[in-house]
């Protein structure tokens, strides 16, 4: 089956410092991919939509400055996260949208990535 | 009101029994419909995707969707303990593949 990969699983850094999260989609184009973010317990939260070549749109209440989204080929996504601090500590998790006309809508997840900023 | 309600749960089930999770919506917009589960720590894997209105089976699961009364289902038969997991109902309004995710239900099927 189609798998989106992301990098690093896990990640600490140093409050102040930058992280970037990679997401690759490993078997198929995805034109557009999604970042996540997501705490103990709780559903998964939108937090913008990367489009291939072009700007990210960003959720309500998302610092576009702050999560930079870099969308730079077919199959890959980055998510940096900038000036990190202690909370911005969560779970980050990127989805792929299959680029095929006969797939409509499937999405699938990357494994997820957890930040804890220290 | 939230766009899209799931009983959080926790549900605990003995092994072998039918298991069924519930979404409720409110936008009739939404046009699609995925069921995924998430095992602790872990990304979400995409277990059933429907667009239209009815039953749509894949081996013990069978993902159904009332669109009329906005209500969709996933049921689990012949429960195992690795189906143990949250499981998370997404539904989208658009082609684009924007997701809006229910709760997520805690699912234990002890042995």
């Known amino acids: 089956g189609a798998v989106v990969s992301q990098h690093p699983s896990r990640v600490i850094c140093k409050s102040g410092t930058s992280v970037k999260i990679e997401c690759r989609s490993l078997?198929?184009?995805?034109?557009?991919m999604f970042w996540y973010r997501q705490f103990p317990k709780q559903s998964l939260m939108l937090m913008a939509t990367s489009n291939e070549g072009s700007k990210a749109t960003y959720e309500q209440g998302v610092e576009k400055d702050k999560f930079l989204i870099n969308h730079a080929s077919l199959t890959l996504s980055t998510l940096t996260v900038t000036s990190a601090h202690p909370e911005d500590s969560s779970f980050y998790i990127c989805?792929?949208?299959?680029?095929?006309?006969?797939?409509?809508?499937?999405?699938?997840f990357g494994e997820g990535s957890w930040l804890t900023v220290v | 009101q939230k766009e899209v309600e799931q009983d959080p749960g926790p549900l605990s089930v003995p092994e072998g029994a039918i298991v069924s999770l519930n979404c409720t919506y409110s936008n009739s917009a939404f046009q699609y419909f995925m069921w995924y589960r998430q095992y602790s720590r872990k990304g979400p894997e995409l277990l059933m995707y429907t667009y239209s209105s009815g039953n749509k089976e894949d081996g013990r699961f069978t993902a159904q969707v009332d669109k009329s009364s906005k209500y969709i289902s996933l049921f689990i038969r012949d429960s195992q303990p690795s189906d143990s997991a949250t499981y998370l109902c997404?539904?989208?309004?658009?082609?684009?593949?924007?997701?809006?995710f229910g709760q997520g239900t805690i699912l234990t099927v002890h042995p």
């Open positions: 997404a539904i989208g309004s658009t082609s684009y593949g924007k997701l809006t």
């Open positions: 078997d198929f184009q995805a034109t557009t």
């Open positions: 989805s792929a949208r299959v680029d095929s006309a006969h797939s409509g809508n499937t999405i699938y």
